[in-house]
């Protein structure tokens, strides 16, 4: 990626992330952690990778997108707004009474928003839908799903992931948040469902893994996962979770809890941004 692009998604990313931080302490609650950590995939996705239109959010051959991991919905919204879906001064509405930013993403009210998530494992069975539906219509759009590796531990993950390579749905591209972290502890101690490259392969998937904080890696494996034929590709993503923000990173705490004033005040500094 030219240096000049990877600044451009960069500023994007940072942007990304200041919305997330906006949302979550206007609205008091929320889920900041894993939200930070996939700032940089939804830069990609969403300014580079996905065919969209902001003006035409159902346009008939758009790509679609299912966040499988529901409560990191302040992660899409920011990515949304900053993509032009709708203001972004709307982020501060988050999870407020009227507002349309629920804390789970929501199809029918919020532009953008292919599907209503939150179940965890239902999304990425959800993006198997709609990947077959392509394939079925000879529609040339191609679906991408971002999940939890924490999510991975729901049984329906599995299911759709045998779903997707009976299916050869070659036109679906998964992304494994892996930041190694869940609300309860590091997902090795809760409910141990690594190695998932192994398990992927075995179900027939395509698997790269990468550094999910890394633009070059992103767009790379994006890349290589378009050219995959006859079956579909996981993306397993090493990210930092509450990347950018100092003490968010890496600490399960803030899984789901929203900062406090001065904290929010760091945040944004850290975020390179004034409170």
């Known amino acids: 990626m030219e240096q000049a692009r990877k600044q451009e998604l960069a500023e994007i990313a940072r942007k990304i992330r200041v919305g997330i931080i906006e949302g ?12 930070l950590g996939i700032a940089d995939l939804m830069a990609c996705l969403y300014f580079e990778e996905m065919k969209i239109d902001p003006s035409q959010p159902k346009m008939e051959g758009r790509d679609r997108f299912v966040l499988s991991k529901g409560h990191t919905a302040p992660a899409l919204y920011a990515t949304l707004a900053n993509r032009g879906f709708f203001p972004v001064e709307e982020l501060n509405t988050l999870r407020h009474t009227g507002s349309r930013l629920q804390g789970h993403p929501d199809m029918k009210h919020i532009p953008g928003v292919d599907m209503s998530t939150g179940s965890l494992g239902q999304g990425i069975s959800a993006a198997c839908g709609m990947a077959l539906a392509a394939k079925i219509s000879g529609a040339a759009y191609r679906t991408y799903a971002v999940l939890g590796d924490g999510e991975s531990e729901e049984g329906q993950v599995w299911e759709a992931a045998m779903f997707a390579a009976h299916y050869k749905l070659d036109n679906l591209c998964a992304v494994l948040d892996w ?7 590091p997902i090795t101690e809760v409910m141990n469902p690594t190695p998932h490259d192994e398990k992927f392969r075995a179900f027939g998937w395509h698997v790269i893994s990468i550094d999910g904080n890394d633009f070059d ?15 579909p590709t996981v993306i397993i993503a090493r990210t930092v979770k509450g990347k950018g923000v100092s003490y968010m990173e890496n600490a399960v705490e803030w899984h789901g809890a929203a900062p406090k004033e001065e904290q929010y005040k760091v945040a944004l500094r850290d975020l390179g941004e004034e409170a």
């Open 217 to 231: 890696a992103i767009e790379a494996a994006f890349r290589e996962a378009r050219t995959v034929k006859g079956k």
């Open 179 to 185: 930041n190694g972290l869940q609300i309860d502890g």
């Open 24 to 35: 979550v302490y206007h609205a008091g609650c929320g889920h900041p952690g894993g939200s």
